[in-house]
């Protein structure tokens, strides 16, 4: 990995809690026979309240994807207020839509974020036909971060290969 990806914040992969509104965990923290949308969040500092959700958004986001079932991270760079781009070598360029949640949430597992972060929103693709291409025909897809891909965001604990749900 490039030497300034400890510095970002990550894309990660999560889902809300089933039982408490206002609150994600990562999948393999559900229960196995959960059944809900997971979503790529969008994570940052609180303290900027719904009306200032741009403020707390980054220019640039790291971002894990498998392309031919090999890990690997890549830059999200902030194209404008609520769009993202991630240009990626030999497939093309895939757009996002920053949107924010209806109010602040907190991640409540047991893998903590950055001290003060909150959920901020979530990414939409701009164009999900490209995304269905790019599985299909090159054996690329966005994953995210989750401490189930067995790679750690910085300062925080490394993620076990083998960890299960209680």
């Given at each position: 990995m490039a030497e300034d990806y400890h510095l970002m914040r990550h894309i990660?992969?999560?889902?809300?809690?089933?039982?408490r509104p206002g609150e994600f965990l990562y999948?393999?923290?559900?229960?196995?026979?959960?059944?809900?949308?997971?979503?790529?969040?969008?994570?940052?500092?609180?303290?900027?309240?719904?009306?200032?959700?741009?403020?707390?958004?980054?220019?640039v986001y790291l971002f894990y994807t498998v392309r031919e079932e090999e890990l690997s991270p890549v830059k999200l760079y902030r194209a404008g207020l609520t769009t993202y781009v991630a240009p990626i070598q030999g497939i093309g360029q895939f757009h996002f839509r920053?949107?924010?949640?209806?109010?602040?949430?907190?991640?409540?597992?047991?893998?903590?974020?950055?001290?003060?972060e909150l959920v901020l929103g979530y990414l939409v693709p701009l164009d999900p036909r490209s995304h269905e291409v790019a599985v299909l025909e090159r054996k690329f897809y966005f994953a995210g971060?989750?401490?189930?891909?067995?790679?750690?965001?910085?300062?925080?604990?490394?993620?076990?290969?083998?960890?299960s749900p209680s």
């Open positions: 990660h992969y999560m889902a809300r809690h089933p039982d999948p393999n923290e559900l229960s196995y026979d959960y059944q809900g949308y997971g979503a790529f969040c969008l994570t940052g500092p609180g303290g900027y309240g719904l009306g200032s959700f741009y403020y707390g958004l980054d220019d920053a949107k924010r949640l209806h109010r602040l949430a907190l991640y409540t597992g047991n893998f903590p974020l950055h001290p003060g971060y989750s401490p189930k891909i067995g790679v750690s965001p910085p300062d925080m604990p490394k993620a076990p290969t083998d960890w």
